[in-house]
């Protein structure tokens, strides 16, 4: 079953900051973050792996709550370059050689 | 590192031809590869599991006589739709693994196919 994201969309202006959530209703093994520019591939953000772990890198960083299934992408001081569709991929199977992708949250940031 | 090309980038053909989409690993052997579609505005779909040397694992829906899917060699799989009809119409992306064990998938440009 597809993982649900909320919001679906959001408009920040730069330098605002923004969550987005990736709910599961199955068990996760690991959690995915992609960035999707309109019209390309996606760029791989970072993974989070079983043991509740939060990662970061620059102003982009992630938690993930294996009890509860959740995951969440938290985005500080957002730039021009954030806008962009954000997926969570889910591990369901515990090999991550396969993701279930969530169903997105389109970001825009303005000036 | 870890670069995946897809070609064509984009593709327009007749109702009822055959299309093939290639996907490289340019700089390293990925043993699973992965083929997506993605139809405007939504998510990406997982279409089937592509291992080198054996058949691919289709997701269920995925018709395997459709969408034949070829893992040849350690840095090619191709994907080719049969018989292609205008709701065919998608972006489809490629996404291989690094090695065993990783968890990174790195993601192809994707091909834009048109069916008219």
């Known amino acids: 079953q597809q993982p649900v994201q909320s919001p679906q969309a959001v408009i920040l202006r730069e330098g605002e900051d923004a969550v987005i959530n990736c709910s599961s209703s199955k068990a996760l093994y690991s959690v995915h973050w992609y960035r999707q520019k309109h019209g390309e591939a996606p760029v791989f953000l970072m993974i989070?792996?079983?043991?509740?772990e939060q990662k970061g890198h620059d102003k982009i960083s992630a938690s993930f709550n294996e009890k509860k299934q959740q995951s969440s992408l938290y985005l500080t001081a957002s730039q021009l370059s954030y806008s962009g569709t954000y997926f969570c991929?889910?591990?369901?199977?515990?090999?991550?050689?396969?993701?279930?992708f969530g169903t997105g949250t389109r970001l825009q940031v303005t000036l | 590192g870890a670069v995946v090309s897809q070609h064509p980038s984009w593709v327009i053909c007749k109702s009822g031809t055959s299309v093939k989409i290639e996907c490289r690993s340019l700089d390293f052997q990925a043993t699973t590869m992965f083929w997506y579609r993605q139809f405007p505005k939504q998510s990406l779909m997982l279409m089937a599991t592509?291992?080198?040397?054996?058949?691919?694992?289709?997701e269920q829906g995925v018709e395997k006589d459709k969408f034949l899917i070829n893992h040849a060699s350690l840095t090619l799989s191709t994907l080719t739709v049969t018989s292609a009809h205008p709701e065919d119409s998608s972006f489809y992306i490629c996404?291989?693994?690094?090695?065993?064990?990783?968890?990174?998938?790195?993601f192809g440009p994707g091909t834009r196919l048109t069916v008219t």
């Open positions: 989070l792996l079983k043991g509740g």
């Open positions: 996404s291989a693994l690094t090695g065993i064990g990783t968890y990174e998938q790195y």
């Open positions: 991929g889910t591990d369901l199977t515990g090999t991550a050689s396969k993701l279930t």
């Open positions: 592509s291992n080198e040397g054996s058949k691919a694992t289709y």
